[in-house]
């Protein structure tokens, strides 16, 4: 299971249209039948009832009923064309910041709920309003088979691009496992990487940046440094002999059963990969890389947000839950994520990121007008910067089967994202 990529997507015709207020029906007391639409069908009758079970003894006057679905996004803004989607639900990620106040009532202020929540400063909010909470967060770095890199008489993160290759030679050399599985062929974890700019510096404004520049492929800057170390590492064997076959599902046992040592991922693929290993404790996550002042760092960032529908005849019965499942249920923790609540313990999964006192960034908001101005230019530049398709390109350069160097990638990369942002604003 994938977990979804906090960013807006492209607008659903059916979502701008926006519905009618929310119903006067709704009391103001924590009573009620509530509907929570999820994801999460692998454990709605499992997990989801124990939550179940301990929301309605902390809230007797309610009564939680569970819609499981399959395919999401696809029904979610489908329905959301009517009032019936839902008391509580996560938001699409096609649902646009400035469309949140026509489906989604309001949690309180970024100023009220930024120093309790994790993402509310940036992450689905609009005109200083917060419309959601995360269910979980994500770091950003290396999921790795620590078993198989001890064999290779690897125990401390690398610090450098270079240290990291050779650590990668090692595993190939005095293992045999596969140093590091890019899963080509399914393109979104090549996307995967773009989740790594800010770690290189340190940056919590690396993102504003980023759309400010007109060369972001230049040497020394996190692109660069990124990119190229996806290049250098298919480019010296050190990948799949055969990228075009890659299969995510099998992939996870590949990782678990350490016939495959590392991947690129967010840290949500941690508990996954342990599913897939006779021992969790050969799953671990590494920083980037790089440090600075002394520090690796790694991004966090929110994964779904759940939301109040604007329509709710329960509202108050359906913010208490959004409000209880961010403070309570344990949801991010016993996912292997980051925890919503400011202060709370970062899970097991991560240790190795404390061990190796990792610095943990959240972005800053981008300046107003600019919000997602980074993924507009590169759609206009035809380099969508999540979905993998031009890292595609990368490997095939670096495993022989597109006549280009790095060079020559970088500056045609440098030359349409330069176009691009001299026509969107």
Request: glycine share 10%; hydrophobic share 40%; proline share 5%.
């Amino acid at each position: 299971m994938r977990k979804a990529i906090a960013a807006g997507l492209l607008a659903v015709g059916v979502l701008a249209t926006g519905c009618s207020g929310g119903d006067d029906a709704d009391s103001g007391k924590v009573e009620g039948e509530i509907t929570v639409l999820t994801q999460r069908t692998d454990i709605v009758n499992t997990v989801f009832q124990e939550y179940k079970k301990r929301f309605e003894a902390k809230y007797p006057d309610v009564k939680v009923k569970f819609e499981a679905i399959t395919d999401y996004e696809g029904e979610v803004r489908i329905r959301m064309g009517t009032k019936d989607y839902g008391d509580v639900l996560l938001i699409p990620n096609s649902v646009n910041a400035d469309q949140l106040p026509a489906f989604f009532e309001p949690l309180g202020t970024v100023d009220e709920l930024k120093d309790r929540y994790r993402f509310v400063r940036t992450e689905q909010t609009f005109d200083g309003k917060v419309y959601g909470l995360a269910i979980t967060g994500n770091a950003q770095g290396f999921v790795y088979n620590k078993k198989v890199w001890a064999q290779a008489g690897i125990t401390a993160p690398p610090k450098t691009p270079e240290e990291f290759l050779a650590a990668l030679k090692a595993v190939k050399e005095k293992t045999g496992a596969i140093p590091l599985y890019t899963n080509y062929k399914e393109t979104w974890p090549l996307g995967q990487w773009e989740g790594l700019r800010g770690t290189i510096t340190g940056d919590p404004d690396a993102v504003t940046k980023l759309a400010q520049d007109d060369a972001p492929w230049t040497a020394g800057k996190e692109h660069h440094v990124i990119d190229s170390l996806l290049f250098d590492v298919v480019k010296q064997g050190l990948t799949e002999p055969d990228p075009t076959t890659t299969n995510w599902e099998q992939s996870k046992g590949l990782l678990g059963t350490g016939k495959v040592a590392t991947m690129a991922l967010g840290s949500w693929s941690v508990v996954q990969m342990q599913a897939a290993a006779p021992d969790k404790a050969d799953i671990g996550y590494l920083p980037f890389p790089t440090q600075t002042n002394g520090k690796f760092h790694t991004v966090v960032s929110g994964d779904y947000k759940n939301a109040v529908n604007r329509n709710s005849k329960h509202k108050a019965a359906a913010r208490a839950w959004v409000e209880w499942f961010a403070d309570e249920s344990n949801y991010a923790v016993d996912q292997g994520g980051v925890p919503v609540v400011l202060g709370q313990q970062m899970p097991a999964t991560l240790a190795d990121l404390a061990a190796a006192d990792v610095q943990y960034l959240e972005f800053n908001p981008a300046p107003k007008g600019q919000e997602g101005l980074d993924g507009k230019i590169g759609n206009a530049a035809e380099i969508a910067l999540f979905d993998g398709k031009y890292r595609q390109r990368i490997v095939d350069a670096a495993r022989g089967a597109k006549k280009e160097s790095k060079e020559d990638i970088f500056a045609d990369l440098n030359k349409r994202w330069k176009q691009a942002r001299a026509t969107v604003k």
